[in-house]
């Protein structure tokens, strides 16, 4: 008996072993042989499409040197007369030759090389076309693997399903329309679905979505957003090649792709457009490349986890961006992104605070910018600003019509007079985030920052300093007059702070609006931050009940911070917002915010349309006009021809009026993105009400925009599903993308660890 | 021995009836890729629009692919409004040289389908060009996977 | 040795820029860069001859006709008339201002009728014409679409009209613009 139960024993024993080890030979990643061999093609590809690249450059400027010569001909025509009279053209003045040299400029720049990739081609005139990735003269190449083991031992590559992103931007006017193309594959042996937390601008409208799978596109389909995940899962489930993309904020989006098979490569091409800032004669581009670390209030369940890599569900948040430990790990994913610029006018500068790109001029009016190969790691926003020649835009009225109706967007320029007019004395509030992400560099950045901005205050003014973390402190009990004593004192106390522990905004906004304001000034309170937390709609309900008379401006400080909060802040705070990342100096920042407030702004703005018909204008409640900043109101339209548009506000106590001439049906007034635009803005609008207002109601009204203009929202999704072919075997593994940290953001004050 | 078999004789009928599928209930949705052909004879087709209607069942668009003739590779045009009312017109063209003649597949709508039945799609041609524009006689088919053709011109 | 290639002349060439070109000239363009060149080249300079002078003036066929027939009538007749200087004077005069009556009146009402016909083709075509419908077959489809995008590849004259969004050029953007009308369910 005693035998039997021994051996009995010792079978379980090698069985259970014997199971053991399977489950371990099967966790273990592999890389097939196959996905070394791709890679390295892939890489040689690259450089074969460089070289492609350089000679359609060295085409390019072959054309534009004919275009020249032509010009040059067309210069010295005779004036006519004798045998060839009748073909010889007549001479020319030289403005008419000049004209005419310009024309043949711009032919020549239309065959250059890289034309939008929406347009490019002879063949096909389509939305979306496969090309093989073709990387511009200048851009970032896949690494190889033999390169990947120079690394520094001390980190780790981690193959991981993202490969690389390309972005291409396509900038017209104010208006930018950029293609994301995200390129998976699966690095394992098994079938994997893969996840891939990531930002856009908060103002993109993303409205197509092609799923690429070796030569063949699928377009993906707008549907409500519980109905696509619904899709999704099912097809998920039944082992078909499915993907899809989801809103968690305006700027944060969550990709997913179901059952990449072994070795294979799926591409995900998404495109949006969206509206450049325009400020002090300078346009902004931004497309931002990671998700800063947030922050979430104890018990907060709606919030945006950080975790590390491979540790998901230990946070409770509903969604979490995984990071890559620093110094630690990579993942080679990398970024190559290219902006073609046409201003319509000259533009006569143009530059990258963040980034190493190279530039090349098109024509006076068009730049093309390539990021540089040295600066594909992306960890940091990419911000472009260019200005552009002539005055500053004058107040414009576009207009578009299409089967729904009329759709005008205006561009309030503030009245000139405006900049005469002195300030009244202030009440300065300074909240500094001293939260855990802000340590290092970013404190540093925002306390300069301070301290420049308390230095130029006006004798006058009075002033505060707040900071915030797990909770909120003052320098003074009340605001103090901007005494030189005083100021030297508010140095001293903004100089010892440091950044660590939690970020309660919530306690930052309290203490800044919650105090008895003195009528005899203007309150503003500036806030310094990265914007790092999940609870942005719990901060700007607050905002909204407790503004009062104040108004807001604030400061992002960071390479990656998060400008959806920061500009909704200043939209219900009626103020404004500048933005200093890590490579530039504060001080450009400072200063154009106190030229900003050195001069009332005309508020209580109203406008009379005049003949117009107007309806569904958005910002529902116009925006103050600043000195610098212009305001842009969309809406829909009826009627035709000609009319007077009245603006009226007040400024400095008094009442001014504005009165701008508009012609409904100018042909050079059209823009064909408008009706998108006022779609995008009307979601924002109702999303930005949703904070303190009645949100399911209003995520009805966003749903039913979104659906008809086929835009992303967080009421709609798009999904895409290969129903050609089941793949083999079960779901597969979910394998989520993690991050690198944003640069210059500490990881071990941001990113949770789980409980021990 | 006869106890025995009295006993483990139930046991093993109802094994035998648990082993036996029963019969498959068909999972709620279905994906099924829906062929779309333009037969345009000799002529070289370059240019296509096509109107598509979900004549009778449940069933929704989940995606919409090319062809596989390279000239109409890419995902044709299509209108997202229309895919509320189950019917959709899509469309493409290709200006190049190296188009394709006779019956070629041209795009495919990849579709769930619910509920009981099989759905029956429509396919209206509207318009089919040769290289230099001019309209050709064309002849279109709508393929769901697994099912018979149905040819409309 | 192959025979030279025999290129388009300046004629044909502006017959493919008012989209009057024949089948075999666009189908030399599509495979001649030199044509095509000049093609582009004789566009951009009709252009800048259309920005420097403005639109030419012209008198109508019918007023035309009307001065040349009572001018040479008034010679006529003055040939006949064998009149006194005086009494020739007088009549040359009153046949002077008859003929400037006439002539005056001839103007008024030809720009009346010029003025009505316009009208009545406006009202006639109360639905306007749609910028879309490139190849004017009365209705907008992606056979539109298809014409521009030919035009454009091959470098044929571009109408104003068919700058759909309003840039300022004619280009694959427009050729969009025509293609999502023509899929839309909603359009009339």
């Known amino acids: 008996m005693n035998r039997r139960v021994t051996l009995a024993g010792l079978l379980i024993s090698a069985t259970l072993c014997v199971v053991g080890f399977h489950a371990c030979a099967l966790k273990k990643a592999e890389l097939p042989s196959e996905t070394v061999a791709k890679t390295e093609a892939a890489a040689e590809r690259a450089d074969q499409a460089a070289e492609g690249a350089l000679a359609e450059a060295k085409r390019a400027d072959a054309a534009a040197q004919r275009a020249e010569g032509a010009a040059g001909m067309y210069k010295r025509m005779p004036t006519g007369g004798g045998e060839d009279e009748i073909n010889a053209p007549a001479a020319l003045a030289p403005e008419v030759g000049q004209r005419l040299a310009a024309g043949l400029e711009r032919d020549a720049s239309a065959a250059s090389p890289a034309a939008p990739p929406s347009f490019a081609g002879e063949e096909l ?88 799978i070796g030569e063949r596109h699928i377009r993906g389909i707008i549907r409500e957003r519980e109905e696509a995940e619904r899709v999704y899962a099912e097809a998920k489930r039944q082992g078909y090649t499915a993907s899809l993309l989801t809103q968690e904020r305006p700027n944060l989006f969550t990709q997913s792709v179901a059952n990449i098979e072994p070795g294979k490569e799926i591409d995900i091409d998404l495109t949006y457009f969206n509206t450049l800032v325009y400020h002090d004669g300078e346009y902004e581009f931004v497309f931002p490349m990671v998700v800063g670390p947030r922050f979430n209030p104890p018990g907060s369940t709606t919030g945006i986890g950080a975790v590390p890599r491979g540790q998901k569900g230990i946070s409770g948040q509903p969604v979490e961006v995984q990071y890559l430990r620093p110094g630690a790990e990579r993942s080679g994913h990398d970024i190559s992104l290219a902006v073609d610029v046409d201003a319509g006018v000259s533009i006569e500068s143009i530059a990258s605070p963040s980034h190493a790109i190279e530039v090349t001029q098109i024509s006076p009016s068009r730049e093309r910018v390539l990021l540089s190969r040295l600066d594909t790691i992306p960890n940091k926003d990419f911000v472009l600003r260019y200005k552009v020649a002539g005055q500053t835009v004058k107040t414009a009225f576009l207009t578009h019509r299409d089967q729904r109706g009329g759709f005008f967007t205006l561009m309030l320029q503030p009245p000139a007079q405006l900049a005469n007019l002195p300030r009244a ?77 939690g970020t309660m905004m919530i306690e930052g906004v309290k203490a800044a609006l919650d105090f008895p304001h003195d009528p005899r000034r203007l309150r503003i309170v500036s806030f310094m931050t990265d914007g790092y937390i999940g609870n942005e709609a719990e901060i700007l309900g607050e905002i909204h009940k407790r503004l009062g008379a104040s108004r807001i401006f604030s400061f992002g400080v960071g390479s990656s911070v998060n400008r959806y909060l920061l500009d909704s802040m200043a939209y219900v705070g009626k103020g404004a917002v500048a933005y200093v990342g890590l490579d530039e100096g504060s001080e450009r920042a400072v200063d154009e915010f106190y030229e900003r407030i050195s001069h009332p702004a005309l508020t209580d703005i109203r406008i009379d349309w ?94 039913t925009v979104a659906l008809e203009y086929g835009l992303m929202s967080a009421y709609t999704a798009f999904v895409a599903v290969d129903s050609s072919a089941r793949t083999a075997g079960d779901h597969g593994t979910t394998v989520v993308q993690p991050v690198p940290m944003p640069e210059g953001v500490p990881y071990d004050t941001t990113v949770q660890t789980p409980a021990h | 021995m006869n106890r025995l078999a009295h006993a483990i004789a139930p046991l093993v009928v109802l094994s035998l009836m648990a082993a036996k599928p029963a019969h498959a209930e068909p999972p709620a949705a279905r994906f099924r890729p829906v062929q779309l052909y333009i037969d345009s004879g000799s002529q070289p087709l370059a240019a296509y629009q096509v109107e598509i209607v979900v004549a009778s069942g449940d069933a929704r668009i989940v995606g919409i692919e090319g062809g596989e003739p390279p000239a109409f590779r890419s995902a044709p045009y299509y209108d997202p409004a229309a895919l509320k009312g189950g019917r959709i017109i899509i469309a493409a063209f290709n200006t190049g040289d190296q188009l394709p003649s006779g019956k070629v597949r041209v795009a495919t709508l990849h579709m769930e389908e619910s509920g009981p039945g099989t759905p029956v799609y429509q396919a209206t041609l509207k318009a089919a060009a040769t290289s230099n524009g001019k309209p050709i006689d064309a002849r279109v088919w709508i393929t769901p996977d697994g099912s018979k053709e149905e040819e409309k011109k | 040795m192959s025979a030279p290639t025999k290129h ?132 907008v489809d992606i056979l539109d679409a298809f014409a521009l995008a030919r035009s454009l590849r091959v470098g044929s004259g571009a109408k104003p009209t068919w700058d759909l969004n309003g840039d300022g050029v004619v280009d694959g953007r427009d050729v969009d613009v025509i293609a999502h009308t023509a899929v839309s369910v909603g359009k009339v």
């Open chain 1, 125 to 212: 005139w389509v939305i979306a076309r496969a090309e093989p990735q073709a990387a511009p003269a200048g851009a970032t190449v896949p690494e190889r693997p033999d390169l990947r083991a120079k690394l520094p031992s001390s980190e780790k590559e981690i193959p991981l399903p993202l490969e690389h992103t390309d972005v291409r931007a396509d900038i017209a006017g104010y208006i930018a329309s950029v293609r994301v193309r995200q390129q998976y594959h699966n690095p394992y042996a098994e079938k994997i679905e893969a996840v891939y937390v990531f930002p856009l601008p908060e103002n993109a409208a993303v409205n197509e979505f092609v799923m690429t």
């Open chain 1, 425 to 501: 004395p202030m009440e300065m509030v300074f909240v500094l985030d001293c939260s855990g992400s802000m340590s290092g560099y970013p404190i540093a950045k925002a306390k300069g920052a301070l301290i420049r901005a308390l230095k130029r205050l006006g004798p006058d003014d009075t002033f505060q300093v707040i900071r915030f973390s797990d909770n909120a402190s003052t320098f003074g009990n009340m605001p103090v007059p901007a005494t030189s004593r005083n100021v030297e004192r508010a140095v001293e106390y903004v100089n010892q702070l440091e950044g660590e522990g």
């Open chain 1, 610 to 703: 005049g003949k117009l018909d107007v309806d569904d204008v958005y910002p529902r409640r116009i925006p103050d006009l600043f000195v610098g900043r212009p305001v842009i109101v969309t809406g829909r339209f009826k009627g035709h021809g000609q009319t007077t548009l009245h603006v009226s506000g007040r400024a400095g106590g008094e009442e001014t009026q504005l009165a701008i001439g508009v012609d409904s049906d100018a042909a050079d007034a059209v823009h064909p993105a408008l009706a998108s635009v006022w779609a995008r803005t009307k979601i924002a609008d109702l999303d930005a009400r949703a904070t303190h207002e009645d949100a399911r109601e209003l995520g009805q009204q966003i749903k």
């Open chain 3, 8 to 139: 388009l002349d300046l004629l044909q060439i502006d017959a493919v820029r008012v989209g009057e070109g024949d089948k075999a000239d666009l189908d030399h363009l599509e495979t001649c860069n030199e044509c095509r060149r000049a093609l582009a080249d004789l566009q951009g300079l009709t252009r800048a001859l259309q920005e420097s002078h403005g639109p030419a003036l012209k008198v109508p066929d019918e007023i035309e006709r009307r001065i040349l027939w009572n001018a040479r009538k008034q010679a006529a007749i003055a040939k006949k008339l064998h009149v006194s200087n005086r009494g020739r004077r007088m009549l040359v005069a009153r046949w002077a201002v008859a003929a400037g009556v006439v002539l005056a009146l001839g103007t008024l009402s030809t720009w009346r009728l010029l003025r009505e016909r316009t009208v009545s083709r406006r009202m006639a075509t109360s639905t306007p014409v749609a910028k879309e419908d490139v190849d004017g077959d009365g209705k």
